[in-house]
């Protein structure tokens, strides 16, 4: 145990234990940034660090929420309304920016954000009440904006469908962001509500390399499986655009056209992108993989990372944070731009249909006078 104002501080000759986990990203467990002590796993002595760790089981916790639409005024993203069915996400990915928000839990944004999950069972029950309210307006719901809706837990749970199903009964209009083959299982009904002009995808596809891909975000589709579900999607009818979120420096930012014309050769017809983010814990869990993974690289990949942050490792204001600023983060903005014309990307922005918005359980209620 570590006093809380080193966190990170150790001897000359004391060496971190890699906590290396098969089908895991983080390689640590830090208590977060509320705790009064920090906690990490260290070599004894005892034990052998070229031994092979026992994998790590997913914990499900029950999440009791009272609500489930969350709602922001941030002028960075094109909605003011998420859902998100689960808290904390088992694909692992360990540049994910949500990972710091298993702190306000008291648990780690380490390796306890992708194996100790909260899970939304009365999300649906949740959603109906609160679009029965009389001051709901409806507009765009957004899903996949923290955690993935679409992560492994789903296959079971089913929250997200569940909630689909709501959406779809009452005829509201839903966005979805995810890196995961398994939305495919719902096709019977987003095809359904794409054709009144009321649900659109977005694949998130961050490099076309498996290597990378499967220590990067260990527990994702691949990514040919996910140009293979943006195919699929579209076929189906479904507006299917893609998210090349996050960019990141020397990693993966030489792949940006190739990503860009892989998911358009695939049928996504729109596409956006999100320079890499470190804020809070993510920052030294990012360098702390990117250390033992791409040691030749890490000390270039944070150079740039520091450049497009005004000397920092992330950048919170409005306007900047999605984008970055400085060379580097221009040269991505027009590389991006240039390429997405070239191959017809955005050219026209699509409207959500809100017209045909059912209240729940209204027109039984209106059938008893």
């Given at each position: 145990?570590?006093?809380?104002?080193?966190?990170?501080?150790?001897?000359?000759?004391e060496?971190p234990?890699?906590?290396?986990?098969?089908?895991?990203?983080?390689?640590?467990n830090?208590?977060?940034?509320?705790?009064?002590f920090?906690?990490?796993?260290?070599?004894?002595?005892?034990?052998?660090?070229e031994?092979?760790?026992?994998?790590?089981?997913?914990?499900?916790?029950?999440d009791?929420?009272?609500?489930?639409?969350?709602?922001?005024?941030?002028?960075?993203?094109?909605f003011?309304?998420?859902?998100?069915?689960?808290?904390?996400?088992?694909?692992?990915?360990?540049?994910?920016?949500?990972?710091?928000s298993?702190?306000?839990?008291?648990?780690?944004?380490?390796l306890?954000?992708?194996?100790?999950?909260?899970?939304k069972?009365?999300?649906?029950?949740?959603?109906?009440k609160e679009?029965?309210?009389?001051?709901?307006?409806?507009a765009?719901?957004?899903?996949?904006?923290?955690?993935?809706?679409?992560?492994?837990?789903e296959?079971?749970?089913?929250?997200?469908?569940?909630?689909?199903q709501?959406?779809a009964?009452?005829?509201?209009?839903?966005?979805?962001?995810?890196?995961?083959?398994?939305?495919?299982r719902?096709?019977?009904?987003l095809?359904?509500?794409?054709?009144?002009?009321?649900?659109?995808?977005?694949?998130?596809?961050?490099?076309?390399?498996?290597?990378?891909?499967?220590?990067?975000e260990?527990?994702?589709?691949?990514?040919?499986?996910?140009?293979?579900t943006?195919r699929?999607?579209?076929e189906a009818?479904?507006?299917?655009?893609?998210?090349?979120?996050?960019?990141?420096?020397?990693?993966?930012?030489p792949?940006?056209?190739?990503?860009?014309?892989a998911?358009?050769?695939?049928?996504?017809?729109?596409?956006?992108?999100?320079?890499?983010?470190?804020?809070l814990?993510v920052?030294?869990l990012?360098?702390?993989?990117?250390?033992?993974?791409y040691?030749?690289?890490?000390?270039?990949?944070?150079?740039?990372?520091?450049?497009?942050?005004?000397g920092?490792?992330?950048?919170?204001?409005?306007?900047?944070?999605?984008?970055?600023?400085?060379?580097?983060?221009?040269m991505?903005?027009?590389?991006?731009?240039?390429?997405?014309?070239?191959?017809?990307?955005?050219?026209?922005?699509?409207?959500?249909?809100?017209?045909?918005?059912?209240?729940?359980?209204?027109?039984?209620?209106?059938?008893?006078?």
């Amino acid at each position: 145990m570590m006093d809380k104002k080193s966190p990170g501080s150790n001897s000359p000759h004391e060496v971190p234990r890699p906590l290396i986990y098969k089908g895991r990203g983080a390689i640590s467990n830090h208590s977060g940034r509320f705790e009064q002590f920090q906690h990490a796993d260290a070599d004894d002595g005892w034990d052998n660090l070229e031994q092979e760790l026992a994998p790590i089981t997913t914990e499900v916790l029950i999440d009791n929420t009272r609500s489930i639409i969350n709602w922001n005024n941030s002028p960075d993203v094109p909605f003011d309304r998420s859902i998100n069915p689960y808290r904390g996400c088992e694909h692992g990915c360990i540049y994910c920016f949500a990972r710091p928000s298993h702190t306000y839990l008291g648990l780690s944004a380490g390796l306890d954000f992708e194996s100790r999950i909260l899970i939304k069972p009365d999300a649906a029950k949740l959603l109906r009440k609160e679009l029965s309210k009389k001051n709901y307006h409806c507009a765009p719901i957004a899903m996949g904006t923290n955690t993935d809706p679409y992560q492994p837990l789903e296959k079971q749970q089913q929250i997200t469908r569940q909630v689909l199903q709501v959406l779809a009964e009452c005829k509201h209009p839903v966005s979805i962001v995810t890196k995961s083959a398994m939305i495919e299982r719902d096709i019977d009904i987003l095809a359904e509500m794409a054709s009144a002009g009321l649900a659109q995808v977005f694949i998130s596809v961050t490099t076309l390399s498996n290597k990378l891909s499967r220590s990067l975000e260990p527990r994702a589709a691949a990514p040919q499986r996910r140009l293979e579900t943006i195919r699929r999607l579209h076929e189906a009818g479904i507006p299917t655009g893609l998210m090349t979120a996050p960019i990141i420096p020397v990693l993966t930012d030489p792949e940006l056209e190739q990503i860009l014309i892989a998911a358009h050769e695939a049928g996504a017809t729109s596409a956006g992108y999100v320079l890499l983010r470190l804020p809070l814990e993510v920052a030294p869990l990012f360098e702390e993989w990117l250390v033992h993974h791409y040691p030749l690289k890490a000390s270039h990949v944070m150079s740039i990372v520091r450049q497009s942050r005004d000397g920092k490792n992330n950048q919170a204001n409005f306007h900047e944070r999605m984008r970055g600023s400085g060379l580097f983060a221009d040269m991505i903005r027009q590389r991006f731009s240039l390429t997405s014309k070239k191959l017809g990307f955005n050219k026209r922005h699509l409207e959500m249909n809100t017209a045909l918005f059912q209240v729940p359980g209204r027109p039984e209620q209106l059938g008893l006078f």
